[in-house]
């Protein structure tokens, strides 16, 4: 099964633009963008539908060997399992819509072949990443998309606030990757392999509660999770997140909320035998995600810059998946990631309209009224947003509602995280209506900015009158994505989507024993059905009903206060006063990082490391052992002294000395 | 008896003579001391029943090369030596030091050994002209003719050496 | 009887004599002559050693001695003529353009 062709037609259309894209005109390098990623897109498809029809028998493709050290062997290889079917059609399907869309937003930008051809590569890259089938090959796609997005978020590299977020982004990335990369050495070392299929046999037959086994387990569970922290922004890791808007809005709706932030929750949920039998693990794995979920929340209530809510709404979002996976409900966690990708994605892209309409502009408090301006862009985002909210019969409703469930009734669960997740909920829903509301409804409150004649600043657009709808090319997609956002989550009703995904990361309920058996052994198991006692649903029902009614509250507190009473909201901010303050700067979590990690990093380099140890020791002991030759050179110099005398002084010295030695050799 | 009267006069001639070479100031007496001590060096050697030596050692060492010192010394009117400033302090350091500790050592170790003190005694052995005209033509055959080539390069060498520059 | 170990240790003495010669003085052609003296050391141990163990290979070498002697204060000499015309000096100290 050819699926390496997946990954590699981007791989060849980026290498196309890349390289002969200077001469191409726009449209040219537009159909071989779209060409390639269409052709990867209708291929996925094509293997999604052999798969299903083929019985869910995974698809494996062994193209090459790529190490062999005795009995360590990687290859080059790609694996289409229930897991990475769903992770790979998202991936392609929504990045083919947002490479539509990319098509008319960057229309008056400059480096439009460049720009096509980071977005085809990160496609490579984050594809090979997902159908990896070891954990080698998906470190490269890791490592890759980090590459893509560093580039993609520096794409208007002019401007300096940009070209650091990007640096920021892969230094952060690269922190975590470091831990990932200690995982890979540890499972190498005591497993031998990091094929999937062999390794996670071999974990199984480490037996749950043997003391060994586990330690060793958490351990590389949680330096994995160090990895996804990064790449996923989670706390600690989660700063470059917000800092990455500066790159153009449809990379943030591809890299940073559709795709690359989700790797870390795809290789938890692959890693998940792993995971399972070290609960150590999975509990920092869930206090991470659930922290994470609450504090991105109460930043988003507070920010004005419109990518910005919707970066820490992000944030938020994959606290929540991470908390799934913490309560080792992993495929709640990969249904949330794919209604996640459809809802985001479209807010993403709603937003890059906005700004494009509006000629620039991020700042909400200048926008407003652009409901009549933009009815499309309009009903779009509200389906978005009523998604994200959970408000019934949309897509994140079910996925959010499957989270919470699972939260509070796994056996790894606790009513903790369920209640941090509902007041999380009830913020994500007032601050996402906030935006809308301030956005879209009452007066506008913006000035359209006369032409630029450059395009330095933001993703500027502006040389219009007034506000205006978007073109058709970037309507489109956000039309599909809304439909999605409606009608994406029937898939996981009842427990379709976690029976579907059962092969691979088994139930919560079931017992662990049977994870890591052969897909088919699996399948071959009367399917155990949790115990869904009449009771157990009348307690999801009621949690339900919570979720739903603060959902509710959540919209309503937000019409009153950007709708009805729109004074009110500053005043609020003025009575809060320090606490308001504080978290509208993010908590300074960024100047606390870098007082205290990075500038006595840069000190102790500058001080130790470059004076001291560079210049001083290595640079030092070069000088001083070329002084050294010099001056033992500059005391033998004197032999040759150009005094015929001392010269026969020296062969008189040396004649006796040999004279004696042999005398005394003979008497011997 | 003869034999140990004869070696003490012509050894203390040759001391004397040595002596007086390091220590005269003009070369000529210099030469003229080598010229002695060669001479009583001949007659050592005759004690020693190597007559055919020391007939070469008057005649070439004696007779021909030091007639060219003396001819030089002439030629190019040495004169008294001068005192100079700049010695070197590695050759009275180390070079005369260093050579007297060998000389003593050597000294030594040469009358302790067994062979040391056995007298010699030429009885019939001598070393006659026909003897070692003998040797030289059939064992050190190859020797003796690189010999004069040696002489032939020499005589070339000296005298382009010697020419005055054009 | 004369004990080998006279004739050489008067045999160590020349040689002595010559190197102490060739270390002290300052001109060059006496230099020369306490080569010739340090030859006609080494000439006599030959001599005396060959005596001693009757074999006259001994002989046969201070001839050959005696030649590369000669063949070398020829040499030697005419080295000194040359150095003499282009230096004006007998003095060998005055030899020191090599000096640092």
Same mark, same amino acid.
């Given at each position: 099964?050819?699926?390496?062709?997946?990954?590699?037609?981007?791989?060849?259309? *980026?290498?196309?633009?890349?390289?002969?894209?200077?001469?191409?005109?726009?449209?040219?390098?537009?159909?071989?963008?779209?060409?390639?990623?269409?052709?990867? /897109?209708?291929?996925?498809?094509?293997?999604?539908?052999? /798969?299903?029809?083929?019985?869910?028998?995974?698809?494996?493709?062994?193209?090459?060997? @790529?190490?062999?050290?005795?009995? /360590?062997?990687?290859?080059?290889?790609?694996?289409?399992?229930?897991?990475?079917?769903?992770?790979?059609?998202?991936?392609?399907?929504?990045?083919?819509?947002?490479?539509?869309?990319?098509? *008319?937003?960057?229309?008056?930008?400059?480096?439009?072949?460049?720009?096509?051809?980071?977005?085809?590569?990160?496609?490579?890259?984050?594809?090979? &990443?997902?159908?990896?089938?070891?954990?080698?090959?998906?470190?490269?796609?890791?490592?890759?998309?980090? &590459?893509?997005?560093?580039?993609?978020?520096?794409?208007?590299?002019?401007?300096?606030?940009?070209?650091?977020?990007?640096?920021?982004?892969?230094?952060?990335?690269?922190?975590?990757?470091?831990?990932?990369?200690?995982?890979?050495?540890?499972?190498?070392?005591?497993?031998?392999?990091?094929?999937?299929?062999?390794?996670?046999?071999?974990?199984?037959? #480490?037996?749950?509660?043997?003391?060994?086994?586990?330690?060793?387990?958490?351990?590389?569970?949680?330096?994995?999770?160090?990895?996804?922290?990064?790449?996923?922004?989670?706390?600690?890791?989660?700063? @470059?997140?917000?800092?990455?808007?500066?790159?153009?809005?449809?990379?943030?709706?591809?890299?940073?909320?559709?795709?690359?932030?989700?790797?870390?929750?795809?290789?938890?949920?692959?890693?998940?035998?792993?995971?399972?039998?070290?609960?150590?693990?999975?509990?920092?794995?869930?206090?991470?995600?659930?922290?994470?979920?609450?504090?991105?929340?109460?930043?988003?209530?507070?920010?004005?810059?419109?990518?910005?809510?919707?970066? #820490?709404?992000?944030?938020?979002?994959?606290?929540?998946?991470?908390?799934?996976?913490?309560?080792?409900?992993?495929?709640?966690?990969?249904?949330?990631?794919? +209604?996640? *990708?459809?809802?985001?994605?479209?807010?993403?892209?709603?937003?890059?309209?906005?700004?494009?309409?509006?000629?620039?502009?991020?700042?909400?408090?200048?926008?407003?009224?652009?409901?009549? #301006?933009?009815?499309?862009?309009?009903? +779009?985002?509200?389906?978005?947003?009523?998604?994200?909210?959970?408000?019934?019969?949309?897509?994140?409703?079910?996925?959010?509602?499957?989270?919470?469930?699972?939260?509070?009734?796994?056996?790894?669960?606790?009513?903790?995280?369920?209640?941090?997740?509902?007041?999380?909920?009830?913020?994500?829903?007032? $601050?996402?209506?906030?935006?809308?509301?301030?956005?879209?409804?009452?007066?506008?409150?913006?000035?359209?900015?006369?032409?630029?004649?450059?395009?330095?600043?933001?993703?500027?657009?502006?040389?219009?009158?007034?506000?205006?709808?978007?073109?058709?090319?970037?309507?489109?997609? &956000?039309?599909?994505?809304?439909?999605?956002?409606?009608?994406?989550? #029937?898939?996981?009703?009842?427990?379709?989507?976690?029976?579907?995904?059962?092969?691979?990361?088994?139930?919560?309920?079931?017992?662990?024993?049977?994870?890591?058996?052969?897909?088919?052994?699996?399948?071959?198991?009367? *399917?155990?059905?949790?115990?869904?006692?009449?009771?157990?649903?009348?307690?999801?029902?009621?949690?339900?009903?919570?979720?739903? &009614?603060?959902?509710?509250?959540?919209?309503?507190?937000?019409?009153?206060?950007?709708?009805?009473?729109?004074? %009110?909201?500053?005043?609020?901010?003025?009575?809060?006063?320090?606490? $308001?303050?504080?978290? %509208?700067?993010? $908590?300074?979590?960024?100047?606390?990082?870098?007082?205290?990690?990075?500038?006595?990093?840069?000190?102790?380099?500058?001080?130790?490391? @470059?004076?001291?140890?560079?210049?001083?020791?290595?640079?030092?002991?070069?000088?001083?052992?070329?002084?050294?030759?010099?001056?033992?050179?500059?005391?033998?110099?004197? %032999?040759?002294?150009?005094?015929?005398?001392?010269?026969?002084? @020296?062969?008189?010295?040396?004649?006796?000395?040999?004279?004696?030695?042999?005398?005394?050799?003979?008497?011997? | 008896?003869?034999?140990?009267?004869?070696?003490?006069?012509?050894?203390?001639?040759?001391?004397?003579?040595?002596?007086?070479?390091?220590?005269?100031? !003009?070369?000529?007496?210099?030469?003229?001391?080598?010229?002695?001590?060669?001479?009583?060096? =001949?007659?050592?050697?005759?004690?020693?029943?190597?007559?055919?030596? =020391? =007939?070469?050692?008057?005649?070439?060492?004696?007779?021909?090369?030091?007639?060219?010192?003396?001819?030089?010394?002439?030629?190019?009117?040495?004169?008294?030596?001068?005192?100079?400033?700049?010695?070197?302090?590695?050759?009275?350091?180390?070079?005369?030091?260093?050579?007297?500790?060998?000389?003593?050592?050597?000294?030594?170790?040469?009358?302790?050994?067994?062979?040391?003190?056995?007298?010699?005694?030429?009885?019939?052995? !001598?070393?006659?002209? !026909?003897?070692?005209?003998?040797?030289?033509? !059939?064992?050190?055959?190859?020797?003796?003719?690189?010999?004069?080539?040696?002489?032939?390069?020499?005589?070339?060498?000296?005298?382009?050496?010697?020419?005055?520059?054009? | 009887?004369?004990?080998?170990?006279?004739?050489?240790?008067?045999?160590?003495?020349?040689?002595?004599?010559?190197?102490?010669?060739?270390?002290?003085?300052?001109?060059?052609?006496?230099?020369?002559?306490?080569?010739?003296?340090?030859?006609?050391?080494?000439?006599?141990?030959?001599?005396?050693?060959?005596?001693?163990?009757?074999?006259?290979?001994?002989?046969?070498?201070?001839?050959?001695?005696?030649?590369?002697?000669?063949?070398?204060?020829?040499?030697?000499?005419?080295?000194?003529?040359?150095?003499?015309?282009?230096?004006?000096?007998?003095?060998?100290?005055?030899?020191?353009?090599?000096?640092?």
């Amino acid at each position: 099964m050819t699926l390496w062709l997946i990954p590699l037609l981007p791989l060849a259309g *980026a290498a196309i633009n890349g390289l002969f894209g200077r001469r191409f005109s726009r449209k040219l390098v537009a159909t071989i963008a779209l060409a390639f990623t269409a052709a990867s /897109f209708l291929w996925a498809l094509v293997i999604a539908s052999r /798969f299903l029809s083929g019985g869910q028998v995974p698809i494996a493709d062994h193209v090459a060997t @790529w190490l062999q050290i005795g009995d /360590f062997r990687i290859e080059y290889g790609f694996l289409v399992d229930q897991l990475s079917m769903v992770m790979m059609l998202v991936v392609t399907g929504v990045g083919f819509l947002i490479h539509i869309y990319s098509v *008319a937003y960057m229309e008056h930008e400059g480096g439009y072949y460049r720009y096509f051809s980071y977005l085809n590569l990160f496609m490579f890259f984050m594809l090979t &990443l997902v159908l990896a089938n070891n954990y080698l090959l998906m470190f490269v796609g890791w490592e890759g998309v980090g &590459l893509a997005s560093y580039l993609l978020i520096g794409f208007f590299f002019r401007r300096d606030s940009a070209a650091n977020a990007g640096k920021k982004a892969f230094i952060t990335n690269r922190i975590g990757d470091f831990g990932f990369l200690i995982a890979l050495f540890l499972l190498v070392k005591n497993f031998g392999t990091l094929q999937f299929a062999d390794l996670f046999d071999k974990v199984a037959k #480490y037996s749950p509660g043997a003391e060994v086994g586990v330690g060793l387990l958490t351990a590389i569970a949680l330096l994995m999770l160090m990895g996804a922290t990064g790449k996923s922004a989670q706390i600690p890791l989660y700063v @470059w997140l917000p800092d990455a808007m500066e790159g153009p809005t449809p990379v943030s709706a591809l890299i940073h909320a559709a795709t690359m932030v989700t790797a870390g929750v795809y290789m938890i949920c692959r890693s998940n035998a792993i995971f399972s039998r070290a609960p150590i693990a999975l509990t920092v794995v869930a206090i991470i995600g659930t922290l994470t979920a609450f504090f991105a929340a109460t930043i988003g209530i507070t920010q004005t810059d419109i990518k910005r809510v919707l970066a #820490y709404s992000t944030v938020s979002q994959l606290g929540y998946m991470f908390m799934a996976a913490g309560v080792a409900a992993y495929s709640a966690a990969i249904f949330h990631l794919m +209604t996640h *990708a459809f809802f985001k994605g479209l807010l993403f892209l709603g937003a890059g309209s906005v700004i494009h309409g509006v000629g620039g502009e991020q700042d909400m408090r200048k926008m407003g009224g652009l409901k009549k #301006y933009m009815p499309w862009t309009f009903w +779009t985002m509200f389906a978005a947003t009523c998604a994200i909210s959970g408000i019934p019969f949309f897509a994140g409703f079910y996925s959010k509602d499957e989270i919470l469930w699972q939260a509070f009734s796994s056996p790894h669960g606790s009513w903790i995280y369920w209640l941090v997740g509902v007041i999380t909920a009830f913020m994500t829903s007032f $601050y996402m209506f906030r935006l809308l509301f301030m956005t879209f409804t009452g007066e506008y409150r913006g000035t359209i900015e006369p032409a630029h004649a450059g395009h330095g600043s933001h993703d500027d657009h502006g040389h219009h009158g007034t506000p205006h709808e978007s073109p058709w090319m970037m309507l489109g997609p &956000l039309v599909i994505l809304g439909i999605l956002s409606v009608v994406g989550g #029937y898939v996981g009703v009842g427990h379709r989507f976690e029976n579907f995904l059962a092969p691979v990361t088994p139930s919560v309920l079931t017992e662990p024993q049977t994870a890591g058996l052969a897909a088919s052994e699996a399948a071959a198991l009367p *399917a155990q059905q949790p115990e869904p006692a009449s009771e157990n649903s009348g307690l999801e029902d009621e949690l339900m009903a919570i979720s739903i &009614l603060c959902a509710f509250s959540g919209l309503g507190l937000a019409w009153f206060l950007y709708v009805k009473r729109r004074d %009110l909201p500053d005043k609020i901010a003025d009575s809060l006063g320090g606490l $308001y303050t504080t978290v %509208l700067n993010k $908590y300074y979590v960024d100047q606390i990082y870098g007082a205290a990690i990075i500038r006595p990093l840069i000190n102790g380099s500058r001080a130790i490391l @470059w004076r001291g140890i560079d210049a001083g020791a290595i640079d030092g002991t070069l000088n001083a052992s070329a002084k050294g030759a010099q001056e033992t050179g500059g005391v033998f110099r004197r %032999l040759q002294s150009g005094n015929i005398r001392s010269y026969a002084g @020296w062969v008189a010295a040396g004649a006796a000395v040999v004279v004696i030695y042999m005398v005394w050799m003979g008497t011997r | 008896m003869l034999e140990t009267v004869l070696f003490l006069i012509f050894a203390a001639i040759c001391v004397g003579g040595a002596i007086n070479l390091v220590a005269q100031r !003009h070369p000529i007496s210099s030469a003229l001391s080598l010229i002695v001590v060669m001479g009583s060096l =001949a007659m050592v050697y005759l004690l020693l029943g190597a007559e055919f030596v =020391a =007939a070469v050692q008057i005649i070439i060492y004696a007779g021909a090369i030091m007639v060219l010192f003396v001819f030089v010394i002439m030629l190019l009117n040495a004169g008294e030596e001068e005192r100079s400033a700049t010695g070197s302090r590695v050759a009275m350091v180390l070079g005369v030091p260093g050579l007297l500790a060998a000389a003593v050592t050597t000294g030594w170790v040469l009358t302790r050994h067994g062979i040391a003190s056995t007298p010699v005694v030429i009885g019939e052995f !001598h070393g006659t002209a !026909h003897a070692i005209g003998r040797l030289l033509f !059939h064992e050190f055959l190859l020797p003796f003719e690189v010999t004069s080539v040696l002489i032939l390069i020499a005589i070339m060498g000296a005298v382009v050496l010697a020419r005055r520059g054009e | 009887m004369v004990p080998l170990s006279w004739y050489l240790l008067l045999s160590a003495f020349l040689f002595a004599s010559g190197v102490a010669g060739f270390l002290i003085r300052r001109n060059i052609i006496t230099i020369f002559m306490s080569i010739e003296l340090m030859l006609n050391g080494v000439n006599l141990a030959f001599i005396a050693f060959a005596t001693v163990r009757h074999s006259l290979n001994g002989n046969v070498f201070v001839f050959f001695v005696m030649v590369v002697a000669a063949a070398e204060a020829a040499v030697g000499l005419a080295i000194i003529i040359a150095v003499y015309r282009t230096r004006e000096t007998l003095n060998v100290d005055r030899v020191n353009l090599l000096k640092l």
